[in-house]
């Protein structure tokens, strides 16, 4: 049986800082983000805007094409959850009327979660031929101001629907799989920013993809010329460069990298922003193409593992409504960047949100939400 991803779609903010105006402040020269990290812009996130909010607007954009009662278990996958109790999941399955007989939790393991979620839903479907499970992957990142991680803030949230006979990628089951405890990147419950060693962080990456792909060829006896393209885990588009340089030497991964470089790092959405990216802005018919995807979260978890693109993708593709959405957001000022930072920043009715849902306030601890249109 076929299985793999039938719907995907992906969501971030209405507002960008450009990573010029970035440059400028923190005098630094601009070809040191874009051409030394590979990013020209990032999300930010207004009071209004969270992890929930965002997730929701993906998944709604990903159900529009499946039916809804099918969906008998919803994973939320993220590293920036704002509770440490109630599933960030609970809320998207209330605000998208999902039935109740439905399975809801959260995974952590930094930017590696979707594709623990994934391998856990296509489990299910495995034993549930008729079931389809949701995937969120929802991630809102922020560094403290004028460090090295800055300018590689961003954030986005992604949708999958995981179903048998899936229209967009058929998984394949094999993947090599490393797991080494490493602190390259973590945050600790007291805090609302992360920590980073940032050099450490690249090292492991790229030792984890050498280890993982070898793994993978072991178990599939396939070689390296049987992969028609790849996706690499992008926390900033120079990292998924050099990951691509080290696996295939010239082969380009430009199209993957076309949302994420005016996104920025959407952590555990990453990946499969990149995989997205790729079905959205290639010029070749990719129907067959066999496509290998690296996830890599700080830690550290890795994988590697190969999908099929499906005959009939193209016919999923949201594209030009992808390529709209970015186009249309709005510029702020360095300014109006700070007040995003400022935890104490609390205007929650004068900016736009990606989708229907919105957050209004907090109340005793308690996160207020408010539905703008009727899902």
Known sequence: MKIGIDSAAFSTSKYFLSLETLARRRNVDFAKYCSGIGQTKMAVFPPNEDIVTVGADAAEKALAAVPRDDIDMLIFATESSFDLSKSAGIYVHHFLNLREDCRVFDLKQACYSVTAALR??????????????????????????????EPTQGGAAVALVVSKDPRILEVEPQAGVHTVDVTDFWRPAHLNEALFDGKLSARNYLKSLDICVDRYFQKTNLKISDIDHACFHAPFGKMALKADRQLFGTRSIDKTLVYNSVIGNSCSASLYICFISLTDNSEEDLSGRRTGFFSYGSGSVAEFFCGVISENYKCMSNAEKNRAALADRTEISFREYESFCNPEFRIFDRYQNAGNLTLSGVSDCRRVYKILEPY
């Open 120 to 149: 856990l839903a296509i489990s299910h479907v495995a034993e549930n031929p008729d079931s389809r499970v949701l995937v969120v992957g929802s991630d809102v990142v922020r560094y403290p101001p004028n460090t090295p991680g």
